[in-house]
T-cell receptor, first 116, second 110 residues
């Protein structure tokens, strides 16, 4: 496997279900990100992890719970979601430079989530 | 914060040229990215401009004017496979964060 992978690619769940999205990066990067992408809207940054520590949580509802067990894996645990949470959820990784500057982010293919 | 604006959709014919504009307002500036996203797929990196001027990569070129808060992506010799959404993004603080525009859907017709 190369790059950034995400599973599952598609997920349909009811509002009372609990499910998890998985992301894995094979690039040796030190930062990982979760984004939500809804139709006609900009990518919304949800969470940022750097070196397995959550460094940003952009006012995301608690029904979304991230987990980063190591620098290569990132999960998004979902419970009691709402229909408006239906969207494409994208994971990305990058190499954050301690000295400043910025590198591009590499994205996974996303999980298309539908909440009934 | 940053406000990033780009057109919602553009249509062009095969072999033509299309220019996608992006304007931004930011309190600090550290470059501008362009990504391409085909339907149902991951965004993929196209270009990164940090200095003013035009950078060319094959059929794709990207231009930046920092004083005007303006960038464009130029797609030449359009091919059907260029039909995709093109996302403009600027760095949004620490930890390598990016702030994205809503994307421009380019439709290439025969």
């Amino acid at each position: 496997e190369t790059g950034v992978t995400q599973t599952p690619r598609h997920l349909v769940m009811g509002m009372t279900n609990k499910k998890s999205l998985k992301c894995e990066q094979h690039l040796g990067h030190n930062a990982m990100y979760w984004y939500k992408q809804s139709a006609k809207k900009p990518l919304e940054l949800m969470f940022v992890y750097s070196l397995e520590e959550r460094v940003e949580n952009n006012s995301v509802p608690s029904r979304f719970s991230p987990e980063c067990p190591n620098s290569s894996h990132l999960f998004l645990h979902l419970h009691t979601l709402q229909p408006e949470d239906s969207a494409l959820y994208l994971c990305a990784s990058s190499q954050v430079l301690v000295a400043g500057g910025i590198n591009e982010q590499f994205f996974g293919p996303g999980t298309r989530l539908t909440v009934l | 914060g940053q406000n990033i604006d780009q057109p919602t959709e553009m249509t062009a014919t095969e072999g033509a040229i299309v220019q996608i504009n992006c304007t931004y307002q930011t309190s600090g500036f550290n470059g501008l990215f362009w990504y391409q996203q085909h339907a149902g797929e991951a965004p993929t990196f196209l270009s990164y401009n940090v200095l003013d001027g035009l950078e060319e990569k094959g059929r794709f070129s990207s231009f930046l004017s920092r004083s005007k808060g303006y960038s464009y992506l130029l797609l030449k010799e359009l091919q059907m496979k260029d039909s995709a959404s093109y996302l403009c993004a600027v760095p949004g603080g620490s930890w390598g964060k990016l702030q994205f525009g809503a994307g421009t859907q380019v439709v290439v017709t025969p």
